[in-house]
């Protein structure tokens, strides 16, 4: 089992940036690619970004260009760097391993002027 705590969540203007992080405890990290999703209010969880274990990226079109997903094994850590944020862009997200039942708590990101 994979325990996973985000973190760096918060407050941000339009325009603005934040960088989230989780961090995985146990041995597998480095083998599974690494997924954040996102959850709005009333609003179905989305997929948002992947990165594989290889370090290739995919995202979803509503963040391509704005959005960076990284990860760094040695730290157990993935990251999703922010910028260009939009109020729609507000939501709950969450770190999962991909095909696994492993998620985080989530953190809770705010876009408002």
């Known amino acids: 089992q994979v325990q996973l705590v985000e973190s760096g969540g918060g407050l941000a203007q339009p325009g603005g940036s934040l960088r989230l992080s989780c961090a995985a405890s146990g041995s597998i990290f480095s083998r599974y690619a690494m997924n954040w999703y996102r959850q709005a209010p009333g609003k179905q969880r989305e997929w948002v970004a992947e990165i594989t274990s290889g370090g290739g990226t995919n995202y979803a079109d509503s963040v391509k260009g704005r959005f960076t997903i990284s990860r760094d094994n040695a730290k157990k850590t993935v990251y999703l760097q922010m910028t260009s944020l939009k109020p729609e862009d507000t939501a709950v997200y969450y770190c999962?391993?991909?095909?696994?039942?492993?998620w985080g708590q989530g953190t809770q990101v705010t876009v408002s002027s």
């Open positions: 999962h391993v991909k095909y696994t039942s492993n």
